[in-house]
């Protein structure tokens, strides 16, 4: 099926959408992204998305060229034009086309894209049932990785070599500990403590991953915001990661060694459903 697609200001079919080759976002990663999730038609945490995509814009100085009604509106419109009822939506803004310059230029419109996949069985997702495995890898990305830019091929390398070692992910290593997954939080569990890295340049603040921390805590359960080594993960009795594409998602192997039971854990499948049962009654 052909998609509608929206390119700076116009819905269009997919093959029809163009953007310049002098787009910065093609010449110099110098864009930002946003991806949410729908589900039952509606969208996932849309005001958590919109909010990290403005303070992405902000560090990079770009400009937003829409309002967070705008931008809520054209999720709605491609939600109904392509009929998704579980899927994602695609955010990409970059600071536009112009000539090839290593300044950031003046005056030049952003080019916003957006588009969707269909995705039936992201809530329902058999991975969920069996758990992910992953290796570790050592983090060589650039040091601002809060910003949530277009720059993704050290993650799609890591994708690669997980799946080179039959893994479906990989957990990246700074300085001996774990900052996330490629494109993902990562989390272990050991007792009733979940255990995340704290937020700063190093990791995304995933969306996701505020929502599913207050939830724990909500539910009484302990969380402590602080660096873990892969050795800490081998010997936890839980692992997982959250994203806007996973939810919540049980990690049963790191490295070639089962973690806990080797299956999913408790914790990892109890928030993910009070995840997914909270989110779909706030759904917009
Ligand atoms: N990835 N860390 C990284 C490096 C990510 O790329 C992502 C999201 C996350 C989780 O953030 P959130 O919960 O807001 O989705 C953490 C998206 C899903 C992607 O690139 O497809």
Same mark, same amino acid.
Not at 244 to 266: C, H, L, Q, R, Y
């Given at each position: 099926m052909t998609r509608t697609v929206y390119v700076n200001g116009t819905y269009l079919p997919e093959h029809e959408a163009t953007v310049s080759i002098f787009d910065r976002g093609f010449l110099f990663a110098d864009g930002v992204y946003e991806v949410t999730s729908v589900l039952d038609g509606k969208l996932i945490d !849309?005001? =958590?998305?919109? @909010?990290?995509?403005?303070?992405s814009l902000d560090e990079l100085e770009m400009a937003n060229p829409t309002t967070e009604d705008e931008l809520l509106a054209i999720h709605r419109e491609l939600v109904r034009a392509n009929t998704i009822t579980e899927g994602l939506i695609y955010l990409q803004i970059t600071r536009g086309a112009a000539d090839r310059d290593f300044a950031y230029p003046e005056g030049v419109t952003p080019t916003i894209v957006l588009f969707t996949q269909a995705k039936t069985g992201l809530a329902d997702n058999p991975m969920a049932k069996v758990g992910m495995k992953v290796i570790s890898i050592e983090d060589q990305r650039w040091g601002r990785r809060d910003i949530k830019t277009v720059q993704l091929l050290y993650p799609s390398m890591g994708k690669m070599a997980a799946k080179a070692a039959g893994a479906h992910d990989a957990w990246m290593v700074e300085d001996g500990v774990v900052t996330e997954g490629t494109s993902n939080n990562a989390y272990i569990v050991k007792g009733n403590t979940i255990i995340t890295r704290q937020?700063?340049? *190093?990791?995304? #603040?995933?969306i996701t991953r505020a929502a599913v921390l207050r939830m724990a805590r909500e539910a009484q359960m302990k969380v402590d915001e602080r660096p873990f080594t892969i050795d800490e993960? @081998?010997?936890?009795? *839980?692992? !997982?990661?959250? #994203?806007? #594409?996973? !939810?919540?998602? +049980?990690?049963? *192997?790191?490295?070639?060694? &089962?973690? =806990?039971? =080797?299956? +999913?854990? &408790?914790? &990892?499948?109890?928030?993910? *459903?009070i995840y997914l049962d909270e989110m779909r009654k706030a759904a917009i």
């Open positions: !849309f005001a =958590g998305h919109a @909010k990290r995509l403005q303070r937020l700063g340049h *190093e990791i995304l #603040s995933g993960a @081998k010997a936890a009795d *839980e692992a !997982f990661v959250t #994203s806007a #594409s996973t !939810f919540v998602m +049980p990690v049963v *192997e790191i490295d070639g060694v &089962a973690i =806990g039971t =080797g299956a +999913p854990g &408790a914790v &990892a499948t109890r928030l993910r *459903e």
